[in-house]
């Protein structure tokens, strides 16, 4: 059995199979551990609900994954990949019944808008005139390290033709404050507050606005696709590049320990015993406070980073409920299209409430709820005329008060779960009367399963750490360490901890992978000199 590869990289998540494959297409030898008994990270899915209904475990929608120039370069359609979209993008049920609806074709997102209120079709379409200008500027400057001198350059050049600094100042203004601006009626501002709700950026924080623009803009122009069979058919298909290319993946082979001698990573250890040396690089795609002062012991690194750790800040927990339905969800009011994903909010104002609440450390009454109809996305999750169905939603890592009238205290034991699952079911029971009734099965991951089945999601936080500005570019993990880079050398970090954080885009493995190459290749030079 071979112990020496070019890289070992620690996580066999969507992030360290994207930096698998790079090193593997220029030539590297490549061995992936992975500690769950399968690949995937936090993109998986399971029958173990219901045997005839498919449930994505963790994420469900991947419109980060579709934007992507890494993950659509690999070709994993070739590797049993298949995109499948719903009817409708995204849905969000009014108190009025009415809906906010997005759809992929722009026109009809703006007749929707403009016969709720007339004149916001128009504003609609020319925000999606000033995304097709700047866009894939600002997704480039997104998804590559920092700075993002190409994608500056690109989005400067094209800055006047989208209104200069005006542009600039509406990118930094808080979501609820862009909606209001440029709309009259709810529903433009709260599909753009909703997406902007699935970071843990504050609503009436900057950082916020671009947040929310940019998750319905992707949705206006690639959708929100899905994998047909599962969330795990995206991750299969990686792991099954990586094999076709000469990769070795091995399963519940859980890191313990990187080795490093002179300052620099050699190898990497598991809990069997077994070594395994890394002659160029480790990649590590594990959350950073696993990685320093926990795989790297503290004595092998400057002191001055594990100071800098003791303020990393988490992301909130998270709850995730799946059902299992007999029948359709029985909404009260039917959409005009299907929605993949729908969001569960009395409105803006409320949802900002809620999501306030939980960065104060308190858990909302009236939780702001994130949810998928898998089944209306891809009718092979479960049996025709039924529906696979999940919701999530953020609660405090550290609970201080609840204000909800069965309160919670944040142990997060099987009966706290439940009873905020049931909370959350009542949300959407308000809006599909009958709902309980259509039950077959219910599932509820508190913010400790969640750990337990990906010890990245710490406390069931899913972001890798929080994305608000302070920890965010150069400050991600930890000022100073704003790149895959770490103080370690031929040691990266290709985790969402990482510049630029969560979602499936495979940006932060990509980083670490090239960073990798470039300095292997700076090594040689050095040497031939």
Not at 229 to 238: D, H, P, S
Not at 423 to 432: D, K
Not at 491 to 515: D, F, I, K, Q
Request: negative net charge; proline residues 7%.
């Amino acid at each position: 059995m071979d112990t020496t590869y070019d890289a070992v990289i620690i996580g066999a998540g969507p992030n360290g199979l994207v930096a698998a494959n790079h090193l593997l297409d220029r030539g590297w030898s490549v061995l992936v551990l992975e500690a769950q008994p399968d690949v995937g990270g936090a993109v998986r899915s399971d029958r173990e609900l219901h045997p005839d209904y498919v449930h994505d475990t963790f994420s469900a929608f991947y419109p980060l994954a579709a934007a992507s120039p890494t993950i659509q370069s690999f070709g994993l359609e070739e590797h049993g990949l298949r995109w499948v979209h719903s009817p409708g993008v995204l849905g969000h049920c009014l108190p009025s019944g009415e809906w906010a609806m997005l759809h992929r074709d722009r026109a009809v997102t703006a007749a929707l808008m403009d016969a709720q209120h007339p004149g916001d079709g128009d504003a609609w379409l020319r925000l999606c005139e000033t995304w097709d200008a700047i866009g894939d500027q600002i997704v480039g400057a997104l998804l590559t390290p920092f700075p993002p001198v190409r994608p500056a350059v690109g989005a400067l050049a094209r800055l006047p033709k989208v209104g200069g600094l005006q542009f600039v100042k509406e990118m930094l203004t808080p979501v609820v404050d862009l909606g209001r601006h440029r709309f009259g009626g709810v529903a433009p501002r709260i599909l753009l507050a909703g997406n902007a709700g699935h970071s843990d950026i504050p609503l009436g924080a900057p950082g916020s606005g671009l947040m929310g623009l940019l998750l319905t803009m992707l949705g206006q122009t690639v959708g929100y696709p899905v994998p047909e069979g599962g969330a795990g058919m995206l991750t299969q298909a990686m792991a099954s590049r990586v094999r076709a290319l000469g990769g070795t993946i091995r399963c519940e082979a859980e890191a313990t320990r990187i080795e490093v001698e002179r300052g620099r990573a050699v190898a990497v250890r598991t809990r069997d015993g077994e070594r395994y040396a890394a002659t160029h690089a480790v990649v590590a795609d594990v959350a950073a406070p696993h990685l320093y002062g926990g795989l790297v012991a503290a004595e092998d690194l400057p002191a001055s980073t594990m100071r800098k750790m003791e303020s990393f800040e988490l992301d909130p927990g998270t709850v995730k409920v799946d059902w299992a339905l007999d029948g359709p969800v029985p909404w009260k009011s039917e959409p005009p299209r299907a929605p993949g994903t729908f969001h569960v909010a009395d409105s803006v104002e409320q949802m900002a409430e809620a999501l306030h609440h939980v960065n104060g450390r308190t858990v909302p009454a009236r939780p702001f709820l994130l949810a998928g109809q898998m089944t209306t996305s891809d009718p092979t999750r479960s049996p025709a005329g039924t529906e696979s169905l999940w919701a999530y939603t953020h609660v405090p890592q550290e609970v201080a008060r609840d204000l909800g009238e069965d309160p919670v205290t944040g142990r997060w034991d099987r009966d706290e779960c439940e009873r905020f699952a049931d909370r959350m079911q009542a949300r959407i029971e308000e809006l599909a009367p009958g709902f309980g009734s259509t039950v077959v099965a219910r599932r509820v991951l508190g913010p400790h399963e969640m750990q337990a089945r990906n010890a990245n999601l710490i406390g069931g936080a899913i972001n890798g750490g929080t994305s608000q500005l302070h920890q965010e570019l150069v400050f991600r993990p930890v000022p100073g360490l704003g790149r895959s880079e770490t103080p370690v050398k031929g040691l990266y970090l290709g985790s969402a901890s990482a510049h630029p954080g969560g979602g499936v885009h495979g940006a932060c493995g990509m980083n670490a992978a090239r960073a990798a190459v470039a300095h292997r290749r700076v090594r040689r030079v050095v040497r031939g000199r």
